[in-house]
DNA sequence: ATAGATTAACCGAATGTTCGGTCGGGACAA
DNA sequence: TTGTCCCGACCGAACATTCGGTTAATCTAT
């Protein structure tokens, strides 16, 4: 190995730092200061980089959405009965989170301070209302309860689901592994947790 | 109506108000003077209330707190089968969130970024960690599945039922009426989404 | 009832620190 | 040499809080 060997930054590897940051302390409650000692380059150098503060959130964000609007253009999410197709929505959004644990994590605590955050928010909302609509066909379809109402269970279904931002980690505690996760997450949402 | 009158505020109102704007803002995107426009006195008046900013966030996350480890000595709580426990405190749980959203809004979404955040987050450990125990007798006595991590089925469940701060408002949306959406999280953490 | 004393609630200015970002220059690698 | 990547010093604005003072309300003595 070459002492002499720089380790520079490139955007997407300081986007990754970053996100960590900003997931640990909060985007507002990080400073440039703290994503400088993280990185472990001064300050100023991530303005080579990038062009503030809002741009890597603005990245960070887009991922996420990516990865999650990209689910509905999929083929199991298109075609076939709604409850299997919810079904499928339900699982991949399980596993594009715990993919893409950090972007959807930043994606998540969004709070509207930024124009960046208000359209992460808006985008949010297109999603949620997707899944809605695919929930009330299932229902409409007879597989699902009609007990409670579709946006309702579509908040609930969903809550469950972004949930694991708040504890998921890939790293691994016991033995849960990320098809278990969503096994889980399928099992109970469907089914419950009733014996 | 004399015009002289002074409206005042007391630690209680105006912490209301606080909260109002952290769980708006997120606390670090909260200034002193984003609070003090909302409370409709200046930034220095706040300090005759409170000693700082971070007692505002202490109290609020205290009354969360509170209301959601009193369920855990109420008699539902404690008496009975587990399941029927466990049911006890998934509705007990909703219903403090609804009555104290604010609050627990605030306390769902610390970060640890101040000492006040940390020992919330550690109080909060221990609330998951009774719940899971119990739910875990409930596997024990055969009334949950038990092919679901009884830890991993904690979360998710109270995923599902902190999920209702993001999106739940008293001031209804609809048809959404409080008994409506305890009835809601019930029937889909016990018994599911199918028909 | 009234005036003076006291207290609670409030104010704008000031303070020291931190914020996101800029600038001129240096270090590094090809 | 040149372009990329980085640096420390610096900027004006904003941060939470303190300071000395004002105002309104309340209390007390007459």
Chains 1, 2 share one sequence.
Do not use: C
Not at 18 to 33: H, I, K, L, W
Not at 118 to 139: H, T
């Amino acid at each position: 190995m070459t002492m002499s060997k720089r380790d520079t930054y490139t955007p997407e590897s300081l986007l990754a730092v970053a996100v960590q940051v900003f997931n640990e302390r909060g985007y507002d409650g990080t400073s440039m200061e703290h994503l400088s000692r993280a990185a472990g380059i001064s300050k100023s150098s991530i303005y080579h980089h990038v062009r503030g503060k809002e741009e890597l959130l603005q990245r960070a964000v887009g991922r996420a959405l990516e990865g999650l609007f990209g689910i509905l253009d999929e083929r199991g999410a298109r075609d076939g009965r709604a409850v299997l197709r919810l079904e499928y929505v339900t699982r991949r959004t399980t596993e594009v989170l715990m993919d893409e644990l950090p972007y959807v994590t930043l994606l998540l605590r969004v709070r509207g301070n930024t124009p960046t955050e208000r359209r992460a928010m808006e985008r949010r909302r297109e999603f949620d209302q997707r899944v809605s609509e695919l929930l009330k066909d299932a229902v409409a379809e007879g597989d699902l309860r009609a007990d409670v109402e579709a946006r309702l269970a579509t908040r609930l279904l969903f809550g469950m689901i972004n949930s694991l931002v708040e504890w998921y980690r890939p790293d691994g505690r016991g033995a849960e592994g990320a098809d278990q996760v969503v096994d889980a997450v399928v099992r109970l949402a469907f089914d419950g947790l009733r014996a």
